[in-house]
């Protein structure tokens, strides 16, 4: 990211487990990104998104660097990491709800929802955008934010703000 110059606010999530609130920084987090809970509930997950067909997204990724790194600067999105963490601190079956510092991005985005699919939580997760409501496998905002952009995308020859704005915060 530093490498184009457009690095600025990184994104940051937050989620509230037992009345304390945690926060999670894109691409932080290692140490719990290294613990055996998290790596059990990321190969859980990873396992039932398989068995429904879900191709993880990497789209968000700009650099030219191979596959493999680009799904691993995915995985450290912040609102994977809080949601990985509510759904481990949290009783099955509870609502999980999350606010994020920036808008969610097209991969998360979709991934969360394949999340609510496969592990039956409701998980609200508020940016700066709106409020986007996964439930089953859905989105409230029926991806309303997603097309805008990839329309703005198409209209916008010269450049992308509107998507670079998303990309290059994380
Ligand atoms: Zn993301
Ligand atoms: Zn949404």
Redesign the pocket.
């Given at each position: 990211m530093q490498k184009r110059g457009i690095k600025k606010e990184a994104g940051c999530s937050w989620t509230q487990v037992k009345n304390r609130v945690h926060s999670f920084v894109a691409g932080g987090g290692f140490e719990f990104r290294n613990s055996a809970e998290y790596r059990k509930m990321w190969n859980e997950l990873s396992e039932a998104m398989k068995k429904i067909g879900y191709v993880p997204g990497t789209s968000?990724v700009l650099h030219d660097v191979n596959e493999e790194t680009k799904a691993m600067w995915?995985c450290g999105?912040s609102?994977r990491l809080a949601t990985i963490f509510a759904l481990i601190n949290t009783t099955s079956g509870m609502p999980i709800r999350i606010t994020k510092n920036l808008r969610?991005?097209i991969?998360?985005h979709s991934w969360i929802k394949v999340v609510s699919r496969v592990t039956g939580r409701m998980i609200v997760l508020r940016d700066t955008n709106r409020f986007h409501h996964f439930k089953e496998g859905v989105c409230s905002c029926k991806d309303y934010c997603v097309f805008l952009r990839i329309l703005l995308c198409l209209v916008s020859a010269l450049s992308c703000p509107s998507c670079v704005e998303g990309h290059a915060n994380?």
């Open positions: 968000v995915v999105h609102e969610v991005c991969d998360c994380e």
